[in-house]
């Protein structure tokens, strides 16, 4: 199977359902914000991090692709039929877990920071603003068109990036810049 199909030449592309849109829909875009925050997880997990924290965001990567099947899912005709794509509550609850867990082990925050410091936490700091740039995104489809808990896991994800880029900084005793 070839890498190029030509589908797309005019511009447009194909929801799971089969629907044809502009590759400028709403839709098409949430998911491509949602897939630029997995290829920068890949480039802070490129960096050389810790196991624990590999294993974490290796595991959020095969999220993303579920929240990326939603999204391109708009009559869920296909993602209740493949479980890969189910996000659940416990999915949610596994992610604020992290961020307590990993909040704990930096000291306590006390003004805003600058982000940057070690190559893994300035990666993993921009992950984190591409996670916000997809919530905006997933946002703007309407509370309607995205199940509940995509939103909620998406919204967690950038806390616990936030989290991880300061353990990074701790772990690499990187000090943390303040504004």
């Known amino acids: 199977m070839p890498l190029y199909t030509k589908t797309g030449d005019s511009g447009e592309t194909s929801l799971f359902d089969g629907t044809r849109v502009q590759k400028s829909e709403s839709r098409i875009a949430a998911y491509g914000d949602v897939d630029e925050l997995n290829a920068v997880l890949g480039l802070a997990l490129a960096t050389g991090l810790d196991e624990d924290l590999a294993a974490l965001l290796t595991g959020i990567q095969r999220d993303l692709f579920a929240v990326g099947a939603r999204l391109a ?38 003004r805003f920071l600058l982000p940057g410091g070690a190559p893994g936490a300035a ?19 309407g509370a309607e068109s995205v199940p509940s808990t995509v939103l909620e896991y998406v919204n967690r994800l950038s806390d616990l990036l936030f989290a991880l880029a300061r353990v990074v900084n701790h772990r690499s005793e990187m000090p943390e810049r303040e504004w």
Do not use: G, Q
């Open 123 to 141: 990666a993993l700091h921009l992950a984190r603003t591409v996670c916000r740039r997809a919530e905006r995104s997933i946002v703007a489809l």
């Open 73 to 110: 899912d708009p009559r869920a005709r296909i993602a209740d039929r493949v479980e890969k794509t189910e996000l659940a509550e416990a999915d949610v609850r596994r992610l604020e877990e992290a961020i307590d867990r990993y909040d704990a082990e930096v000291p306590p925050l006390r």
